[in-house]
């Protein structure tokens, strides 16, 4: 079972996202996602090649592999809407940097 909520990073918390979400779960899981890994996400780096700057995982292989399930969910529910991806998580990021 997966836990309620994914803790430990710098930028907050990640609840999983549920199978079958509507549109709008996984736009704002998406949002959440990119404010919980930090303004360096990218939809393609997987998230085990994410590092601190000592060079340790930033996150744990349980972190890991909830994060690749939603965005594997939220993938699929974008692409089905033709909603952009990596346009939802740029705009995020773009914030972030604005800081």
């Not at 998406?30 to 404010?35: E, I, N, S, T």
């Not at 744990?60 to 089905?80: E, F, N």
Request: glycine share 6%.
């Amino acid at each position: 079972m997966l836990e309620t909520r994914i803790m430990a990073s710098q930028t907050g918390k990640l609840d999983p996202l549920p199978a079958g979400p509507e549109l709008s779960q996984a736009v704002a899981w998406v949002k959440d996602l990119v404010r919980f890994v930090g303004p360096g996400f990218h939809p393609d780096t997987p998230f085990e090649e994410y590092n601190t700057l000592d060079g340790a995982p930033s996150f744990t292989p349980r972190q890991c592999a909830i994060m690749k399930t939603g965005l594997q969910r939220a993938w699929s529910v974008l692409d089905a809407a033709r909603k952009d991806l990596y346009a939802v998580a740029f705009r995020v990021q773009r914030n972030l940097l604005h800081k």
